[in-house]
């Protein structure tokens, strides 16, 4: 299975200024993730170790316990831990089993050091969300 679609990353703020090959290469990155109902797809305060898109399915988000979201098709989360590595502010619980996209960030820092464009575009945005 390839990864993620350019346009669903497309919707990603963070990528939202990027061309259709740009996005094309950050999806020629990703890896399928497929994680069973019930399991723990991050956990709050663990390791910022990626960036993952949901194809398929339906997880629960959840801040120290309390559901704050359910995630679907489409939804995305983990787009700081490219950048940043931070420990993650919440857990995701697949609720069924899910069908993800994955990008780590090592991978997304190869992209960006080869890329200067992509690296630009993804620098101005996190300008904007700042402001």
Request: with cysteine.
């Amino acid at each position: 299975m390839p990864g993620a679609s350019a346009e669903t990353l497309r919707r990603v703020p963070l990528f939202a200024g990027l061309e259709a090959a740009e996005l094309q290469s950050i999806a020629d990155s990703m890896h399928e993730a497929n994680v069973p109902a019930g399991a723990i797809v991050t956990a709050e305060g663990g390791p910022g170790d990626g960036f993952f898109v949901i194809e398929s399915g339906e997880a629960e988000v959840t801040i120290e316990g309390q559901r704050r979201s359910t995630m679907t098709a489409g939804d995305y989360f983990g787009e700081i831990a490219l950048l940043l590595g931070s420990n993650r502010t919440a857990t995701v619980t697949a609720i069924t089993d899910l069908r993800c996209h994955a990008l780590t960030p090592w991978d997304f820092r190869t992209l960006v050091e080869g890329d200067p464009s992509i690296a630009w575009k993804v620098m101005q945005s996190m300008a904007a969300r700042l402001e």
